[in-house]
């Protein structure tokens, strides 16, 4: 069983950054991939950024490549996305979740366990 807790969300100015945490209980965390997702008021859930449980793969969503970074310390049990260049279109409240998987996932149906989010808000 792995529990989430995310931290870092906050309000910033847009071309601000911000990084977000989740850190997970359980001593199998390094064999999870570990997600990203957000969900804006009155939208579905979507993928950002996941990271395979050694850390040797990522994947991002086209609204966010090249601005966001997802990175894992297996060490700390934690995993982060740092965001910059932040746009008020990426308001919303973000996920963590963990897959027990080797392989790229992207979506919500696929990851088994999730945290309780932390709202982000960037205005402009």
């Known amino acids: 069983q792995v529990q989430l807790v995310e931290s870092g969300g906050g309000l910033v100015q847009a071309g601000g950054s911000l990084r977000l945490s989740c850190a997970a209980s359980g001593r199998t965390f390094s064999t999870y991939a570990m997600g990203w997702f957000r969900q804006a008021p009155g939208k579905e859930r979507e993928f950002v950024a996941t990271i395979t449980w050694a850390g040797g793969l990522t994947y991002y969503a086209d609204s966010v490549k090249g601005r966001f970074t997802i990175a894992r310390d297996n060490a700390k049990n934690t995993v982060y996305l740092q965001m910059n260049s932040l746009k008020p279109e990426d308001t919303a409240v973000y996920y963590c979740?963990?897959?027990?998987?080797?392989?790229?996932?992207?979506?919500?149906?696929?990851?088994?366990?999730w945290g309780q989010g932390t709202q982000v808000t960037v205005s402009s």
């Open positions: 979740a963990a897959a027990r998987t080797m392989l790229i996932r992207t979506t919500t149906t696929t990851y088994e366990h």
